[in-house]
Every structure is written in structure tokens, then in C-alpha cells.
């Protein structure tokens, strides 16, 4: 199989559509379908030559959008044993996962915003259940095709939440997998996981037939004691997962395709009821502890009609998605059961046109969140009952200026209204237009610079405005604010894209993309600790009172650099982030995440991968919150895989993972004091089989 280089002209086939249901990109090669790990030469497809929707909602190549956007295949979180989506996307400029080590409590930062400043796409539906606390997302990456990270200012396409950008995954279909003359095909691996004592086992299945497509995926996993770095153990932790995907896809006619999908994840585990928290908070024996049980499901129906080259020009979407969280009591620490759900309803309709040198795109979309919870049987204050519903219409313009230049303006005008049930707080009901103007310039075939100016707005979450608790039998209180007004952010970034040949010699490859970015912040809302209480039982030592928080404005900048080079079976890429956050009023350091490196070097043959991965992280000591910093640190892993020639359907991979055993502490928002130790070295090992 071979790469081309221009594959918007060459065999590209858009066939999905990010925003509008299943979303994923297939190259039509050699008259058929690349399968994701059916061969040596299709894992190694790189994403020098890849197309991302996300910075548009149009698809464009990677190395020619004019955005700070980047994107992760399915090829890469396998070579990277990803036990989560967080073990690679991590390595992206300006992106974190904090939370500790377990799975059930990392969260995504992307510039410094977490939680509803950042918008989760799965297929396009938005998954808006961020509670601070729990992971917002039970994806495994073995159901993903690839994620796309658009970092920066978003509203202007997205609506509310787009203040640090955007993540959007998306899910496997059985055209990316099925292999060239195939009509059917399956695939399974067995996992191993020496950090966790964990174990998985997952299959998938996937056939054509005419018009029709499927794909079903299932999966289960179970996990024990986390091993700390240095020594040490986080536990209890004992815990499963089962996990499915069933996608089907109809072709009503060439042009225009029908898709249905549902995806399901239920956990148990015997933890702490707060993911981030570690046994170092309670006594020996009393650490409060519950058997908590998380589930997630999606549905989605989607139609979307292409053109002549199979780009979409009309899609259609409906979605719904629905997360719930429960804990059993337990009578022995006096921790009663306890439940919550979130619910998100919606659907959006987008057309896109060429017209001369315009390609325009317009449409609408909304949806509507529910909340609830409960603790031993009565209403909890933390996540009060009610709804916030969210509509709005954008249109964009890519008008082409000749043959250097490009003018994108795009703009958005958003609805939203919150209410909350029982009378314990006034509605909620404002508008809100958000702008964003790009342009681009090509100064050679190589070299390309663009700059962008727009603002992103989020509406105050319930949980963030009326939020209230206060017990000294409890782990954290919480003060209510409801006189919390919007944030908005306003962004102006410089950026440059670089694809060229020839560095050190003639057969080499180098991409480079970076930015530089200053945003005025106004009404941000942060968490801020206002008091502190004597914890009693089953809790001991101080604890902190929080309360979601305007600050009057802020000033944030910050450096963003990615390179990478190819060049036969050797390639490498660096990734390497800076972030300041002031408030511009006390001139305190605000939540900002440490400097990061992030170095990957791979070798490729008859076979054989090699790879390589170095995070260096720098201290955070600028923090005004002093809970809140952290100690630098550098961390290695090195992953090995394996495809014989003689049996090309097995893979074997194996994996260590902090390969120095470093103990260190991730830096996060939410949960300063928990100071949870991430995982030590960890051996990894699956065997995969392709059928």
C-alpha cells in the first residue's frame, strides 16, 4: 500500500462526517477499504497526510489548516497501549489529564479549561456530563477510528463551551476495517496490565452486503490495586467494565447514506465515591469506600448526503446521551447510597456549498440537559435538579483570495436558558452572538502562516451557580454563587504550518505547526476556596470549602509547537506547550498547567516497531493556589510491537510504562489536596488476532 501525497485528490473518499453522526475518514486504496491493523503498511499510514473536520466542521488536510488542531489515530493508541484516551492525547501541546491514575477520575484540560469549557464530541453528539470529579468520557480506544483536538476559541461553531476547544472522537465503523475484497472480517485481542492487575479481553465484528454495513464491538475489562510510583498502592480499586458498539449503515443510494449507531459502557468498582481521592485522606480501615456503579450510553441516528467527490454537502443528525452514576451504602462509614444522572437530547442540520471561489456552510443545532441526583434518597444540593437547554444557527465563508490567500469569518448566535426545579433559583435566559475571522496566507508550496481573532462564550453550569453543602461528615463543602455571570474569552493567535522535504536528506519529511496565542478572559469562572471546616468522621484533618467563582478579568498566553520528521523507518515528533494565566485585577496566578515536552521516536521494520516516549513536565510553583502545585517531573515508556511474516493475522505488543518508577503528582483543578501518585512502572502485554 502506498501513501499518496495529496489525498484530497488521490483516492480520498470522505464518507462521514464528524458533526453529523458517525464520524471518520476513509481512503478509498487500490479499490477497497485500509483495515485499521490489517497489515504492516496500513498501521503505519501517518497523519502527516490526514484530513480533520473539526477546525471548519468542512474537511481540509491536517498540514493545511489554518488552526490549532491536531488529531490521534486508532494506530497510535494501540502502539501506545492506551488503557485510555488520556495515555495519548496527553502527549499534544496544551493537553492534560488530571485526576490520579484511576480511569474513572481523569479529566481533560485542554489550555487550562476543563469540564463544560471544553466541548466532548462522540460522533458527533456532545457529551455534557462533566461533574469535576468523574471522567466525562468512557470511550476505549479500541472503539476509535481517531480523535481530533481543536484547541482555542470555538463558540463561533460549537456554541457554549468552546472556550478551550474542542475534542471530538470518533468511533470505528466496519468500512474503516474491513480489508480490500473483503465482505466480512473480526478481530479480538487479550490484554494485560501489570499497573493495575488488570485484564481485558475485546472482539469486534464487522461485514458488508450490498447498501449495508455493520459493525458490532465488545469489550471487558477488569483492574485491581494501582501500583504508585516509588512504592505505594492505591487502593481499593477493584473494579470491571463491559463495553459495546453496534453502527449500522445504509446507502440509500450513492449519494446519500443513512447510519444508526448505539454505544453502552457500565462499570463496578470498589473505590472511593470520589475517583481523585487516596487512601492518605482517612485512617487505616476508614476510609470511606462504596461499591459505585457508572454507566454511559449513546444513540445516534444520522443521514448525510456527499458529492461527486465524497465531501458531505447536507447531514442531519438526532442524539441522545445519558450518563448515570450510583454508590451502595455502606452502613460500617456511615455513607448512604447515592445516585445522579445527566441527560442530553439533540440534533443539528448542516449544509455546505461551493459557489466560485466561496465554500459556504450554515446551519442550526441545539440540545437540552437534564440533571438529577440523589443521597439516601433525598435531593443532593451538589448537583440540584433541572435543565439547561442550548440552541443556536452559524454560518462560515472559506472564500479563497486567489491562489495564496484564504478568508475565513464565521459566526454564531446562541439561545440558552436554565431552570432549576423546586423554586430554589431563579431562570436563566440570555443570548449570545460569538465571531471568529482566520485568514491564511501560502508564502511558498512549504511555508504557510494564518491568524485568527474570535471570542468563545460558556453559560454558568447548574451545579456551578447552585451548588451548596455544608457537612463535617463530608470529603469537600460547597458555597453557592447564582449571581454567576457567563465567561467569555477573546483570542487572538498567530500560527504558522510548515511541510517540506530534504532536511537531512533527500528522502526525509518535516512538518512543523505552532501558534501563539493571547486571550482576554471577562467573568471567568474558576473554582476558588473560600473556608475551611474540621472535618468528623469518617473524615479526619481540614477541609476546604469551594465555590464557583466570576474573576473580574483575566489575561492568558501562551506557546504552542509540534514537529516531526520521517524519513524511512525512522520517525520522530516533539511536542512542546507553555501556558500563563493572570487575573488582571490582583495579578495572581490562576490555573495554568506546567511547561510540556513531549518527545516520541519510533523504528520500523520487517515487522518490528520500536517506540520511544519521553514527558517532561516542569514545576508548577507559580500557582497562587499553593495547594494546587506540583513538582516536576520527567517520565519514559517504551512500547514494542510485533507482526510476523509468517502469520501476518497475530500482533504482539508489549509495553513499560514509567520505565524510572517516577513518583510524581499530575497538576489539576478540582481536587488540590487529594495529591494522588500516578502509576509506576507497568509491564503491558496483548495478543491480537485478525480473522
Known sequence: MKQKNSVLTKGAVLRRHPLAGSVALTLALGGGYAPAFASEDAAAIDTFDSIVVSATRTPQLLKDAAAPVSKIDAGAFAERQ??????????????????????????????????????????????????GLSAPIFVDPWLLSSVEVLRGASSALYGSGGLGGVLALNTVSARDLLAPGRNWGADARLGHDGGEA?????????????????????????????????????????????????????ALRPDLRLRLSHRAY?????????????????????????????????????????????????????????????????PAQSLAASSSFTRTQGGGVQRTARWGRHRLSYGLDGYRDEQDARNGGQPNPVTPPGRQTVAGVFVQD??????????????????????????????????HLSPKLTAALRFTPQWQGWASVGESYRAPSLSEAYMNLSCTGCLFNFAPNPALRPETDRTLELGANYDGRGWFNAGDRVQMKGSVFYSTVDDLITTAVVGAYQRSFPFKGRGLVFQSQNKSSARRHGVELEWGWRNGAWRADLAYSLLRVRDADSDQSLFAPPDKLVANLRWQRQGWRLNWRSRLVAAQSRDSTLE??????????????????????????????????????????????????EMGRALQATLGWTF
Open 82 to 131: 492506551a488503557r485510555s484516551i488520556g495515555d495519548a492525547l496527553q502527549d499534544l501541546p496544551n493537553v492534560d489529564f488530571g485526576g490520579g491514575p484511576r480511569g474513572a477520575g481523569r479529566q481533560p484540560t485542554l489550555r487550562g479549561y476543563s469540564g463544560k469549557e471544553v466541548t466532548l464530541l462522540v460522533d458527533g453528539a456532545r457529551i455534557n456530563a462533566a461533574s
Open 198 to 250: 488488570g485484564r481485558a479481553l475485546q472482539t469486534r465484528a464487522y461485514a458488508k452486503q450490498g447498501a449495508f454495513d455493520a459493525l458490532l464491538a465488545l469489550g471487558r475489562r477488569d483492574w485491581g490495586a494501582i501500583r504508585q510510583g516509588g512504592g505505594g498502592e492505591l487502593a481499593p480499586n477493584d473494579g470491571h467494565a463491559s463495553q459495546g458498539l453496534l453502527k449500522l449503515g445504509y
Open 266 to 330: 457500565r462499570e463496578s468498582a470498589l473505590r472511593p465515591n470520589n475517583p481523585q481521592s487516596d487512601a492518605s485522606l482517612g485512617q487505616p480501615g476508614a476510609v470511606p469506600v462504596q461499591r459505585n456503579l457508572s454507566e454511559q450510553s449513546q444513540t445516534t441516528l444520522g443521514i448525510e448526503q456527499t458529492d461527486s467527490a465524497g465531501a458531505p454537502t447536507l447531514s442531519a443528525q438526532l442524539y441522545r446521551t445519558r450518563q448515570d452514576a450510583s454508590a451502595e451504602a455502606n
Open 398 to 431: 472559506e472564500w479563497r483570495l486567489g491562489d495564496a490567500w484564504l478568508l475565513t469569518p464565521a459566526a454564531r448566535y446562541d439561545r440558552y436558558s436554565t431552570h432549576v426545579d423546586g423554586g430554589s433559583g431563579p431562570d436563566a435566559r440570555q443570548g
Open 628 to 677: 494546587r502545585r506540583t513538582a516536576g517531573y520527567a517520565s519514559h515508556d517504551l512500547f514494542v510491537h510485533w507482526r510476523p511474516d509468517a502469520a501476518p493475522q497475530l500482533e504482539l505488543s508489549a509495553g513499560i510504562s514509567n520505565l524510572a518508577d517516577k513518583r510524581y503528582i499530575v497538576y489539576q483543578s478540582e481536587n488540590p489536596t487529594s495529591r494522588v501518585v
